[in-house]
């Protein structure tokens, strides 16, 4: 710990410009979350997937709130781009378990477009999971290009690039405790 008592992530900050949902408000909304959850698969075999990097520290923070056994499994994708377009999303680290028969509940930190969450139920349907939902803890409607089936959403965003709490800038600003806008619209494509 800093001798000045300062946040080691706070040292991080620059470029963000107004802070959009607290510490505090992302627990509550998690809480929220996590006994709808509950309540919504009680009985019911339930596994947590999530993608890397983005949904990690939210993922992790949610499963702590659902009242259930379940299974956690992580996947890792890369998306490929070619004169600054989208052309193609390969997976780097598949499942380790085997989805079928099970509830499937896909964790995401942020659906934009819809690309990525639209690619992700699509190579979970052959796997034949008794049920897919998706979760998302922000969900930028605006700018949708593919229409995706949100079952649980924390909080709505507009256009504003967001950082903090998994959500990053070219790997930066992932662990700060809550999430803020940032006061620079980010050049290059964002990482998973
Ligand atoms: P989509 O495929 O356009 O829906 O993009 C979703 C992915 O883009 C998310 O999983 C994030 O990794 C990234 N992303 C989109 N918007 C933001 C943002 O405002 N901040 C950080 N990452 C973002
Ligand atoms: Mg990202």
Known sequence: MASNNVHPNLTACEGISQTLFTEEELRIRVAELGAEITRDFAGLDLTVVAMLKGPVVFVCDLVRRIDLPLRMDFISISKFRKEGRASGIRILKDLDCDVAG??????????DTGLTTNYLIK????????SLSVCTLLDRRSI??????????????????????????????????FIAKLSHRPTQAPAE
């Open 102 to 111: 099970r509830h499937l509940l896909l964790v995401e930190d942020i659906i």
């Open 123 to 130: 190579n979970m349907q052959p796997r034949n999971p008794e």
């Open 144 to 177: 949708r290009i593919i229409d995706v089936p949100v079952r649980y959403r924390g909080f709505e965003v507009d256009q504003d690039y967001v950082v903090g709490y998994g959500l990053d800038c070219t790997e930066r600003y992932r662990a700060l405790p």
